[in-house]
T-cell receptor, first 115, second 110 residues
Framework: DGGITQSPKYLFRKEGQNVTLSCEQN?????MYWYRQDPGQGLRLIYY???????QKGDIAEGYSVSREKKESFPLTVTSAQKNPTAFYLC??????????????FGNGTRLTVT | RKEVEQDPGPFNVPEGATVAFNCTYS??????FFWYRQDCRKEPKLLMS???SGNEDGRFTAQLNRASQYISLLIRDSKLSDSATYLC???????????FGKGTRLSVIA
């Protein structure tokens, strides 16, 4: 079955450590996205990528980094510079480029807790 | 004015009721619109796209009003399983990512 896989589902880290969240898709989608969701809040865009080896900052990119070395993979690193990293992180993809009429398909998320 | 605005609710309705949500958007050039459903602590899932002519999928009807810049979602014969947060999503225009509203929470009560 095609889909988007995020791992792990739950992640615990100590403050000051970098952590990388995995996102893999086998839908052959061009565009991939990372969102953050805090309790009772909407989704906020961190980074997105429309093509391999290219990505753009979203609304809240500070303290995060990404790479897009393969079409299938778009890992997100939460660095120690991110002041409030505890959140629910959602990866998504779309068949068409950003700005097309393509809806997003989401992975099942990674819940990161930093103490 | 925020790009996409929704009444956060919660809307508490009895089973079998009809309930409607609206979502307003600020950019008149917006091209595509969607409704997503998000269950507690889960990922959002596409419920339906919203077309200019309106569209219906079973008990769900979506409408677009470009003149007043809002989209609506109507749920007929509410089921307990409809309890969730409904997210309004808009493509503002051009080469920009989709913008999500903060969602409207629906609770269907037996």
């Amino acid at each position: 079955d095609g889909g988007i896989t995020q791992s792990p589902k739950y992640l615990f880290r100590k403050e000051g450590q970098n952590v990388t969240l995995s996102c893999e898709q086998n839908l052959n989608h061009d565009a991939m996205y990372w969102y953050r969701q805090d309790p009772g809040q909407g989704l906020r865009l961190i980074y997105y990528s429309q093509i391999v080896n290219d990505f753009q900052k979203g609304d809240i990119a500070e303290g995060y980094s990404v790479s897009r070395e393969k079409k299938e993979s778009f890992p997100l690193t939460v660095t120690s510079a991110q002041k409030n990293p505890t959140a629910f992180y959602l990866c998504a993809s779309s068949i068409g480029p950003t700005g097309s009429n393509s809806p997003l398909h989401f992975g099942n998320g990674t819940r990161l807790t930093v103490t | 004015r925020k790009e996409v605005e929704q009444d956060p609710g919660p809307f508490n309705v009895p089973e079998g009721a009809t309930v409607a949500f609206n979502c307003t958007y600020s950019n008149s050039a917006s091209q595509s619109f969607f409704w997503y459903r998000q269950d507690c602590r889960k990922e959002p899932k596409l419920l339906m796209s919203v077309y200019s002519s309106g569209n219906e999928d079973g008990r769900f009807t979506a409408q677009l009003n470009r003149a007043s810049q809002y989209i609506s979602l109507l749920i007929r014969d509410s089921k307990l399983s409809d309890s969730a947060t409904y997210l309004c999503v808009v493509n503002p225009s051009g080469n920009t990512p989709l913008v999500f509203g903060k969602g409207t929470r629906l609770s269907v009560i037996a």
